[in-house]
Each structure stands twice: as C-alpha cells, then as structure tokens.
C-alpha cells in the first residue's frame, strides 16, 4: 500500500514538474533565442504512449521547442 501511495505521489510530482517546464518554454521572448529542449520524465505505460503522440503536436505547433523523453526505471513490488 505505500509503494502504490509512493508512486502517485511519485506521478503528480512529476507532471507538476512538466507543467512548470512547459510554461516556462512557452512564455514569450524579448530576444531571439536558440531552441529550447526539454526532457520530459516518463515511466512505461499506456499514458505515456498518449502523451508521446502530444509531444509530436506539441512540437509542430511550437517550433523553437524540442522535447525528449527519458524513461525512468520503476521497482516492482
């Protein structure tokens, strides 16, 4: 019971951690500036799999912006 706690917490941290990525990267410039990479945090599942297929509309549709992925290493109970 507290690994499955763990790891919700785990998750939320994480998309609290991309969202504040994300809003930094898209807030406006007073400079032109090179691309702007972010490393996006995931575990392997079927979410992660949507938000793969985001990430390629996100991209297209913010240019200066690159994302990449690195998937973590989760311990099974």
Known sequence: ??????TE????FMAGVMLAQLLYACSPRTQAA???RLTIATV???EMVVMQGLSRKFES?????????????VAKP
């Open 61 to 73: 549709a913010n240019p200066d912006i690159q994302l990449s992925t690195s998937k973590l290493q």
């Open 44 to 46: 392997n599942n079927g």
């Open 1 to 6: 019971m507290r690994i499955r706690r763990f």
């Open 9 to 12: 917490v785990l998750a939320a």
């Open 34 to 36: 090179e691309k702007t």
